[in-house]
């Protein structure tokens, strides 16, 4: 069985879903070459806790976290299987590396998960396994859950963070659009695929500290720390990151996707 690389995803606006701009075909292009998943992890910014927490659901349904958008948007299902034995696995795996988990058997897909997965597997017929994100614990929380899960790799799961590059919506109300882009987002993408490519993992962790301006790109980490679960996915120290451009939506939000293959990419280009 093929060893698939983790990813991180930007899944944007809800609207994303209807309007999914360069980030939707993107994805559709990765899900085509892929080798097809037996099962799908996503560890998703829109499930907040206090310790990780995975969906058990046999059945999620999909769950429709917003407001105030197009009732279109609230017709839109996706209904994958869940696959609560591996649940259970991912659970003992977190367990194993001192991050003690708990199951959700009633736990949805969130848009964080069900929006990227329409455009990855639009046939919503591969079992799909959501995990809640720890804001309070920070990214080397995220990073060693990443690392937890970065196993499963190799037994045909694909496990994808699903978040957002930039994530400040109060940008909302700074006129901001196309051509006129929020000035910290390049130099934040910039930073944030050097120190990716150079798989400077403390850099990466003290991204707070280190990264231009990263208190306005983030002001809270919840969109960012799937990033770091992704890339600890990879598996080791060298994290085999490749950036895919898919733009900049609203001005503010960059929607950059992230694959990790660790050390195999290293490996192909010697």
């Not at 609207?15 to 992890?41: D, S």
Request: proline residues 10%; aromatic residues 8%; glycine residues 10%.
């Amino acid at each position: 069985m093929a060893t698939l690389p983790s990813l991180y995803v930007s899944h944007g606006s809800p609207m994303t879903a209807l309007a999914p701009g360069r980030v939707g075909p993107r994805l559709a292009e990765i899900g085509q070459a892929l080798p097809r998943p037996r099962a799908i992890v996503v560890a998703t910014a829109h499930w907040l806790a206090t310790r990780p927490l995975v969906g058990a659901a046999a059945q999620p349904e999909t769950v429709h976290d917003f407001g105030g958008f197009p009732p279109e948007l609230y017709t839109l299902q996706y209904p994958a299987p869940g696959d609560p034995a591996l649940a259970g696995e991912i659970q003992q795996l977190l367990d194993d590396a001192g991050l003690p988990a708990l199951q959700d058997p009633a736990r949805g897909l969130d848009h964080g998960v069900w929006v990227p997965l329409r455009f990855l597997y639009p046939q919503a017929d591969i079992p799909v396994v959501p995990v809640s994100i720890q804001p309070r614990l920070g990214p080397a929380h995220a990073f060693a859950v990443g690392r937890a899960l970065a196993p499963l790799r190799e037994q045909g799961v694909l496990v994808i963070g699903s978040g957002s590059i930039t994530h400040n919506l109060h940008d909302f109300r700074g006129g901001y659009g196309e051509g006129r882009e929020a000035p910290y987002v390049k130099p934040f993408i910039e930073w944030t695929e050097a120190r990716l490519r150079a798989s400077d993992i403390p850099a990466l962790l003290d991204y707070r500290r280190q990264a231009p301006h990263a208190e306005r790109a983030h002001p809270t980490d919840e969109h960012l720390l799937p990033l770091f679960v992704a890339a600890g996915a990879a598996g080791g120290e060298e994290l085999g990151a490749q950036r895919i451009d898919a733009g900049i939506d609203m001005g503010f939000l960059a929607m950059d996707i992230y694959r990790f293959d660790g050390a195999a990419t290293q490996r192909q280009a010697a």
